[in-house]
């Protein structure tokens, strides 16, 4: 059994819904940790109680480590949330006795296939990073971190622990939302890893940890019922910055770094998502009241912020920011059908 953490407020709770769907539909018997960072969410977690789900209140969290109440007051709600991450899987290993590894995710991670490739690369390694990949043209964004904080792992041993211990210390100390002095909130730290620490696995695998800003790095098919980065299936996706514009359109963060959202992204990767969005907006909508619903599920005035939507919208698709989503039975191009098959 796989042992997973993540940390998510109320406002992201359709993106941790669906990570714990996905995650759940590809790793059954998966253990979820979730640290909740409202009230709100735990509520409405605690309530649901989802299998393989256990959810963590603030309060709860922040008793086993006073430290980070002292740390609250001196850095915004974000910069928190980043200073909380190396302190979850300690968490996690003081509370679940059988856990020999303890994998942290970011909530916005949807899966496509079973990890196990990805554990199977970390073999027995004590711990298991995975690299930005950036191309060449945005190279300059490894300013803040040679390495994403969305997927890491952590053998239940003295050396994940001593890197637990140190990484923890560090962002107790200093986790902003900028860069400085070769730091940058809870990421840039993990640049040091390899070098400070025994048996530090990095994730080669392809399919692992695909992302707007290294997207265009592959050759992205769909062929046998799953898509593929090259020539290696597509583990799992980190929609990062992924935002439902409306019923057709979605901001996917993909021009930014130079990819092309092609009908195979569109269809296989970005819809998929789309749908996994709706589908846990609906399940909160139907179980939350009004008042305490996610940002962007409330049900708003039509004239609220009319002009200023509009504006967004025309400009969005101006700058080629937005994405059609298109429904399932979008039959594809000629040259895309030969890509497929």
């Known amino acids: 059994m796989h042992v997973f953490c993540t940390y998510f407020d109320h406002h992201y709770l359709p993106r941790g819904l669906a990570l714990y769907e996905s995650l759940r539909r590809h790793c059954p018997a998966a253990k979820l940790w979730v640290l909740c960072l409202s009230q709100e969410a735990y509520n409405w977690l605690a309530q649901e109680r989802l299998d393989g789900v256990r959810p963590i209140s603030l309060e709860e969290f922040e008793q086993a480590d006073p430290e980070l109440r002292v740390a609250k007051l001196n850095r915004t709600i974000v910069e928190y949330y980043f200073t909380c991450t190396p302190s979850l899987p300690l968490f996690v290993f003081a509370r679940d006795p059988h856990a020999d590894m303890v994998t942290y995710v970011d909530a916005d991670l949807y899966f496509f296939s079973d990890p196990l490739p990805v554990f199977t690369e970390m073999a027995q390694n004590s711990i298991a990073i995975i690299g930005h990949r950036f191309p060449p043209s945005h190279r300059h964004l490894e300013k803040t971190g040679i390495y994403n904080v969305g997927w890491i792992s952590f053998r239940r041993d003295e050396n994940a622990s001593w890197c637990l211990d140190w990484w923890r210390h560090q962002c107790l100390e200093w986790c902003?939302?900028?860069?400085?002095?070769?730091?940058?909130?809870?990421?840039?730290?993990?640049?040091?890893?390899?070098?400070?620490?025994?048996?530090?696995?990095?994730?080669k695998h392809q399919g692992a940890n695909l992302a707007p800003w290294n997207l265009a790095n592959y050759t992205i098919c769909f062929r046998d019922g799953r898509v593929w980065v090259d020539d290696q299936e597509l583990v799992f996706f980190h929609f990062q910055g992924f935002q439902q514009i409306n019923r057709w359109l979605c901001e996917p963060q993909l021009i930014r770094y130079g990819a092309r959202p092609t009908r195979i992204i569109r269809q296989h990767i970005l819809l998929p998502y789309w749908h996994a969005l709706q589908h846990a907006t609906a399940q909160l909508n139907q179980s939350t009241p009004d008042s305490l619903a996610p940002a962007g599920l409330r049900k708003r005035p039509k004239t609220d912020f009319q002009l200023r939507r509009w504006y967004r919208l025309i400009r969005g698709l101006l700058r080629q920011q937005y994405v059609f989503v298109r429904p399932h039975n979008d039959v594809p191009t000629q040259s895309e059908r030969r890509t497929i098959n």
């Open 176 to 203: 902003y939302d900028h860069v400085e002095e070769g730091r940058y909130g809870d990421q840039k730290y993990l640049d040091q890893w390899p070098t400070l620490f025994r048996d530090v696995a990095v994730i």
